[in-house]
């Protein structure tokens, strides 16, 4: 066991005016299996960076281990697997790397196979398998579900839970929860360690809130009494002091020593009230400096003039000779939030794209209903640039509703003066859904929306879903998400 010491520690990109992080002290067991969340753009990718040295900052960061970034930047992708994983780690063992791929349910033929002959998922697994092999060190894993269909994020979360000595940055809650002891969670005033996985972190946070917005109103309600109390404290003390040179009302001479003395027990019981009021604007201040902004999300969508919107009946969709998916035979009617589910490959973004409208080589029977309008969210953002007022006036939507959409996803003022392909990914995600919720549309389809979206807006997306029940075909890959919004499963 040793420790990485975090003291002080103080950081802001050149040219910004706020700090990313001030004066943040914490420490980490190496030992640690540590979930990593955040809200999106809070730094989470950052800190990995300055673990990694790649930024100059101020306060110190002291470790006896060394620090290994994921994923890996493979220069060669056209090298075999094999040649990748000599340049990760040249010094492997390889009946060791075996094992590993064995854990992984990777075949051993991979390793002579070129790199970017294999899938995402195969590439994610090939490149932890080389990752742990390295030894002193301690792992830097950031968001390695992105490119992961449900099945490989059990498996790879069965993985990491044998292991130890990382730092896991992932957006899922069950892949998290089941491969992690401790989180590190970058709050909107601090940086703070838990132990447990995390849904005992959200409970605990939950239940934090909680405390801190009843106490909130309590002193809210304290402060007002307070406040009146003092008033007509301060009043009566007026209205005594003038008595002090007037007469009594039988016309007899006004005892100044006992005005004087009332008037003095006033003026101290106003400055106990005064005090008081004080120290419970004081404690009030030091709440809710982390609750999170989840304002709740709407969506206006349009009534179809028909129940069924879409139908497929025996579609096989083939790239040349090859059929991606075959006899596949769903309907999509209106309130249906339809899951499609699968492993990588296994045409669900093709069947999207085709119901969308791309040109797509199917056979079978596809049927669209005439005039519908179709709201679109792609798993790619790497169109997005330029600035948002631009963005939204070009697509055609309110731009006043699409950036209250995004301060609702917790969006600073600051950023909405940023060029979009500045923005992380997870910021990027949410421009692509603040626009498809402003867009006046029969059916939203979205693939993949969730790619690096942070926990607290997965949520605030779960409950619009849920509340408003707009007609919804998906991908995704987040198995706590498709539990609570699905109707309907399309397993390919």
Known sequence: MSLINVTNLTFAYDGSYDNIFENASFQIDTDWKLGFTGRNGRGKTTFLNLLLGKYEYGGHISASVRFEYFPFHVENMENHTLDVINDINPDYVHWELLRELSLLKVSEDVLYRPYDSLSNGEQTKVMLAALFLKENSFLLIDEPTNHLDSHARKLVSDYLRAKSGFIL???????LDNCVDHILSINKSNIEIQRGNFSEWWENKQRQDNYELAENEKLRKDIKRLSDAATRTSNWSHEVEKTKNGTRNSGSKVDKGYVGHKAAKMMKRSKGIEQRQQSAIEDRSMLLKNIENSESLKISQLAYHKKQ??????????YGEKAVCSD????????????????????????????????????GTFRKGSQLKISYVSQDTSHLRG??????????????????????????????????SSFSGGQKKKVLIAKSLCEKAHLQIWDEPLNFIDVISRIQIEELLLEYSPTILFVEHDSEFCNHIATKIIEL
């Open 169 to 175: 940055v992932s957006h899922d809650r069950s892949f």
């Open 309 to 318: 919107l879409a139908e497929l009946e025996n579609v096989s969709i083939y």
């Open 328 to 363: 596949i035979s769903f309907t999509i009617e209106q309130g249906d939030r339809i899951a499609l589910s699968g492993k990588n490959g296994s045409g669900k973004s093709s069947i999207i794209k085709l119901i969308f409208g791309e040109d797509i080589d199917y056979t």
């Open 387 to 420: 600035n948002l007022t631009d963005y939204a006036n070009s697509n055609g939507i309110d731009e006043s509703l699409f950036k209250s959409i995004l301060r609702k996803l917790d969006f600073s003022r600051v950023q909405f003066e940023k060029d979009i």
